[in-house]
T-cell receptor
Framework: AQSVTQLGSHVSVSEGALVLLRCNYS??????LFWYVQYPNQGLQLLLK??????LVKGINGFEAEFKKSETSFHLTKPSAHMSDAAEYFC??????????FGAGTILRVKS | NAGVMQNPRHLVRRRGQEARLRCSPM?????VYWYRQLPEEGLKFMVY????????ESGMPKERFSAEFPKEGPSILRIQQVVRGDSAAYFC??????????????FGEGSWLTVV
């Protein structure tokens, strides 16, 4: 069965600094990978996804992620953090059908 | 183009009562998923439905929980005889048919259930 590990339940960065949120997965089939963002008391918004093709995926709000098969990783990055990026971020891998397996989430705090 | 619509957004039930959560998928989406998010945890898959069919209910608790997606109307997640441990956020998601290339799941805003 697929699984997702997000390293670091809390990450704190200064405004303008690099954001790096780590995600490792296990999958017995070529994975489809997703990053979602959740603001307090709201639903999940898709940031970006990897299905096939280019391994560097660009998403909304300046985020991007790189699929590295050899490392079974799909880390999320943003060159310069903004206060509005403070939220919880979830990495997910697709199982059969469109069933998603989520990581435990990483809360991003942005300091001014 | 309305997204996935869930209601109610917030629901308070006393122990032993029933909770009904509704979900209308995005237009054109025939697949519905329910996930549960317990405090301090990530989302856990509960059930996957297509119109009038339960495709995968491997994440549903064996008792008190049921889900349906009728031919007409929204999908409903029903929790009977609620207990405090059922307090959580319940998220519905939808996707287009996989055979038409749908590989992205879109989530609703969630329904927060509080059992008192």
């Amino acid at each position: 069965a697929q699984s997702v590990t997000q390293l670091g339940s809390h990450v704190s960065v200064s405004e303008g600094a690099l954001v790096l949120l780590r995600c490792n997965y296990s999958s017995s089939v070529p994975p489809y990978l997703f990053w979602y963002v959740q603001y307090p008391n709201q639903g999940l918004q898709l940031l970006l996804k990897y299905t096939t093709g280019a391994t560097l995926v660009k998403g909304i709000n300046g985020f991007e992620a790189e699929f590295k098969k050899s490392e079974t990783s799909f880390h999320l990055t943003k060159p310069s953090a903004h206060m509005s990026d403070a939220a919880e971020y979830f990495c997910a891998v697709r199982e059969y059908g469109n069933k998603l397996v989520f990581g435990a989430g990483t809360i991003l705090r942005v300091k001014s | 183009n309305a997204g996935v619509m869930q209601n109610p957004r917030h629901l308070v039930r006393r122990r032993g009562q029933e909770a009904r959560l509704r979900c209308s998928p995005m237009k054109g989406h025939s697949h519905v998923y329910w996930y549960r998010q317990l405090p301090e945890e990530g989302l856990k898959f509960m059930v996957y439905l297509q119109k009038e069919n339960i495709i995968d209910e491997s994440g549903m608790p064996k008792e008190r929980f049921s889900a349906e997606f009728p031919k007409e109307g929204p999908s409903i997640l029903r929790i009977q005889q609620v207990v405090r441990g059922d307090s959580a956020a319940y998220f519905c998601a939808s996707s287009p048919p996989i055979e038409t290339g749908g590989n992205t799941i879109y989530f609703g805003e969630g329904s927060w259930l509080t059992v008192v």
